[in-house]
């Protein structure tokens, strides 16, 4: 049975008043020397909290979709199938050295996610990384005046735990975009989710290559890339490209687009941080060298000459406000950083009704084509 979904719940309701009506029917009736009744009887309350606390997990999960099957749960996922030495090519050179490689698409088995997303598993080639890959077309991409035309295109990164579908699922991003882009206020952007939690022990890759344990950059860079570009009417140029994060994923769509300006013309950062080690359990953070050189203000400052990139940053004080602001006073022509201070917690609440805003932002940095 899977973790996500409606059956897994109801069972997990049940399961509280059977645990309870079983406690309240066997207490008067342990039998036995005293240690032995009080043992029962504990093992029964446990019992009885356990169910409970599963319950409302299950809950919580469901709303958030934070981990989407049981192997990232129990942290005994590994989406690593090598980890082979990256070559430096351009985004050109990646579309051009294989032939495509066409993939088979199916709908997401989530109810909580639309039933237009769909879903492949992607070999990586570059990275040796495997995992699902959620896509989203936009409304008038099967329009008939729009068959000879290609679409920008939006890698969506979720927060550290976090699933694939939660950026459709729970922050709604396709129901609330579709709307706005049939009035033209935002652009057709086909909206990409990869898998990010590619490692056992519920490690987070910061979303870089980590010699000998991961290619997480490559997978999200150019592996990811390459498969939409094959198998969709996807605009080539990087000038039509983004990125967006939350959280976790903030700071990943921040590095990502400062550190590939031939890949990605801009990124989206919600309550996202600059210092890997930010995140308990971040890769990067573990190695001095990976901390500063993920870092979105180191890749910014060391920068051989300013990324053609825009950045739109925001954050509550102490939860990615300062971080946009120093990313705003390092950036010269022609990066440009927008810094949006917001309110509330560290929540898909707040993150939520930011993506209408964040998605006009990145269609005046990213146009619709006519």
């Not at 809950?59 to 082979?84: C, E, F, K, Q």
């Not at 309550?271 to 979105?296: C, F, H, I, M, V």
Request: with cysteine.
């Amino acid at each position: 049975m899977q973790l996500t979904g409606t059956p897994f719940l109801i069972v997990t309701i049940v399961l509280v008043p059977l645990s309870i009506a079983a406690a309240l029917l066997l207490w008067g009736r342990v039998r036995g020397p005293k240690p032995v009744q009080v043992l029962s009887r504990l093992v029964m309350i446990l019992a009885c909290q356990v169910t409970a606390v599963t319950m409302v997990f299950v809950m919580v999960n469901n709303a958030n979709l934070i981990y989407g099957n049981w192997d990232d749960l129990l942290g005994t996922g590994n989406h690593v199938r090598s980890v082979p030495q990256v070559q430096a090519d351009g985004p050109a050179q990646d579309a051009k050295s294989e032939p495509k490689v066409l993939q088979q698409f199916k709908g997401v088995d989530d109810p909580m996610v639309p039933k237009d997303v769909q879903r492949t598993d992607l070999k990586g080639r570059l990275s040796g990384v495997d995992g699902e890959v959620l896509v989203w077309l936009p409304p008038q991409y099967h329009e008939p005046a729009y068959k000879d035309k290609t679409f920008p295109v939006v890698e969506l990164i979720p927060g550290f735990p976090g699933s694939s579908s939660t950026w459709y699922g729970t922050l709604k991003v396709s129901e609330q975009l579709k709307p706005l882009m049939k009035e033209g206020k935002v652009a057709p952007f086909i909206l990409v989710s990869p898998r990010t939690l590619l490692l056992g022990r519920n490690t987070d890759t910061g979303c870089a290559d980590v010699p000998g344990k991961v290619n997480a950059d490559t997978w999200l860079a150019r592996d990811v890339p390459k498969m939409v570009l094959d198998n969709f009417r996807a605009d080539t140029s990087s000038d039509r490209w983004a990125v967006a994060g939350y959280s976790a994923g903030g700071h990943c769509a921040a590095k990502l687009a400062l550190e590939h300006p031939d890949r990605y013309r801009a990124g989206i950062s919600l309550s996202g941080y600059n210092d890997p080690a930010s995140e308990s359990g971040s890769l990067t953070a573990k190695n001095p060298q990976l901390r500063e050189a993920s870092n979105p203000l180191n890749i910014l400052r060391k920068a051989a000459q300013p990324p053609k990139t825009s950045l739109y940053v925001s954050g509550n004080k102490g939860d990615g406000y300062e971080g946009g602001l120093a990313l705003q006073q390092a950036a010269k022509a022609p990066t440009n950083v927008t810094v949006v201070e917001t309110t509330g917690p560290h929540a898909v609440d707040v993150w939520k009704p930011l993506l209408p805003k964040a998605f006009t932002w990145l269609t005046g940095i990213i146009p619709v084509q006519h």
